[in-house]
């Protein structure tokens, strides 16, 4: 269908969408149960959505506009009441994280729905293989311009929010070595990593009716990028980031998103140019196998230095401008997570070392996840 037009938004409003594990005790492994779930929960989620994702191990719930990061919390945790809920009732459990550690995504069920079903005949093997677990935020956008401004801007941030995120170290019953193994599954995709550049609305206009006419799109959901403009919604979409194993962390990320966004908007600190892209998918790369420790390459003067030592100071940029969207409880917590490094993928880790199983330590993730 052909491009909607760019629906105006209130600037910097939040949507936050977390993909969730459904859980099978007492073997943990993941349940093919979703659509009994959302069919539990129709009539019941009055803020918010409950609805599938690719397969039926996957369950995404998201919140409706929200202004700030404490009605966004507020929203998840109203959801999540709902999904525990009604999942106690079936016998099964709920957890984030960004990847399941030992299912095989051989044994996945892809949802029956016209369009994930023309994806798996496209696809093939490669859907049921992205059976991993992500979170999405959306910003509002006054206008498009605005809109394609964040779409570079938020792109040298890519790094930042993979290592905050970073939960999936294990796939298959091995760890992979990687702090975000999850964005590997998609790298087969032809439509993985940045947008292609482009330096307006008109532009973006342009290149997305080259690709509908082509018969490779049919709408903007059929674009996975790294950020992709939602013009339905009035907003960008930042898609890199693993599901956390809790909702505050999941919040706090958003609302650094949501800090960041205002910064950009508001000081216009960077020229956008097609060579910033230059190192963009090294940059992805070392926060991915990295996380904190990860080297970040600045692109016009060569600079490195590791993730942790780039979000420190940034976080001292973008702290008025977080005050002024209730955001400020986000970023003192994300400078917990950098000093010390507090990541989820360290703590899998350091679990498993300690002589725990893979099946205890998702029965410890749904614990978590019910209770933070």
């Known amino acids: 269908m052909p491009l909607s037009d760019f629906v105006h938004s209130e600037p910097y409003t939040l949507g936050i969408e977390l993909e969730l594990q459904i859980i099978n005790p007492p073997t943990n492994d993941l349940s093919q149960d979703s659509s009994l779930l959302i069919d539990s929960l129709k009539g019941v989620v009055t803020e918010g959505e409950v609805k599938h994702d690719i397969t039926e191990s996957m369950l995404e719930i998201a919140t409706g506009v929200c202004a700030d990061i404490g009605e966004a919390f507020s929203q998840l945790s109203g959801l999540r009441q709902h999904v525990l809920h009604s999942a106690s009732q079936h016998h099964l459990t709920i957890c984030g994280g960004g990847t399941h550690p030992f299912q095989k995504w051989q044994r996945q069920e892809v949802c029956q729905s016209e369009r994930y079903n023309q994806t798996l005949e496209l696809f093939g093997y490669l859907m049921k293989q992205a059976t991993v677990f992500g979170q999405h935020v959306h910003v509002g956008c006054e206008n498009e311009e605005d809109a394609i401004y964040l779409l570079h801007g938020l792109s040298r941030f890519v790094p930042h929010v993979i290592a905050l995120s970073a939960s999936s170290?294990?796939?298959?019953?091995?760890?992979?070595?990687?702090?975000?193994?999850?964005?590997?599954?998609?790298?087969?995709?032809?439509?993985?990593?940045?947008?292609?550049f482009v330096s307006d609305w008109q532009e973006f206009k342009w290149m997305y009716q080259r690709l509908e006419s082509s018969g490779i799109v049919q709408s903007m959901k059929d674009l996975h990028w790294d950020i992709r403009p939602s013009p339905n919604f009035g907003t960008i979409e930042v898609r890199v980031m693993d599901t956390p194993l809790?909702?505050?962390?999941?919040?706090?990320i958003a609302g650094f998103i949501q800090a960041l966004a205002h910064?950009?908007?508001?000081?216009?600190?960077?020229?956008?140019?097609?060579?910033?892209?230059?190192?963009?998918?090294?940059?992805?790369?070392?926060?991915?196998?990295?996380?904190?420790?990860?080297?970040?390459?600045?692109?016009r003067c060569g600079e490195q230095r590791t993730l942790a030592e780039d979000?420190?100071?940034?976080?001292?940029?973008?702290?008025?401008?977080?005050?002024?969207?209730?955001?400020?409880?986000?970023?003192?917590?994300?400078?917990?997570?950098?000093?010390?490094?507090?990541?989820?993928?360290?703590?899998?880790?350091?679990?498993?070392?300690e002589g725990g199983l893979l099946t205890e330590l998702i029965r410890k993730h749904c614990e978590i996840w019910a209770t933070d």
């Open 246 to 252: 809790t909702i505050t962390r999941a919040v706090n």
């Open 263 to 299: 910064w950009l908007l508001s000081e216009r600190p960077f020229v956008p140019r097609s060579e910033d892209y230059l190192l963009y998918r090294f940059n992805r790369f070392q926060a991915s196998r990295f996380g904190f420790e990860g080297k970040l390459t600045d692109v």
């Open 311 to 353: 979000i420190l100071p940034l976080l001292d940029t973008l702290a008025p401008y977080a005050a002024q969207l209730q955001a400020t409880s986000a970023l003192e917590a994300i400078e917990g997570y950098v000093r010390i490094n507090d990541s989820d993928t360290r703590r899998i880790r350091q679990f498993i070392s």
């Open 169 to 196: 170290p294990y796939i298959q019953g091995g760890d992979t070595t990687y702090a975000s193994s999850r964005l590997n599954i998609f790298s087969a995709f032809p439509d993985n990593g940045p947008a292609p």
